[in-house]
């Protein structure tokens, strides 16, 4: 997945303004506890963070998209 289509499905599943929020303030333990900016920063794989972004938030996040 291109960050880019990354960010897109955030903001699609959260709204824009949620959607900066989540990812730089929320810890994510499907991260090992870092934020989804910090695992991104860290060089992880933008399908391995959208996969625990889906499990963090199974109702926000719609089928579509997962």
Known sequence: M???DFWARLEEAFGP???ASI???QVLPQL???TIEQALASGERTNVVWRA???AYPDRVPA???
Do not use: N
């Open 2 to 4: 291109r960050l880019t």
């Open 53 to 55: 972004v889906c499990a």
């Open 64 to 66: 579509r998209l997962r």
């Open 32 to 34: 090992d506890g870092r």
């Open 23 to 25: 990812a730089r303030d």
């Open 17 to 19: 303004g949620y959607a």
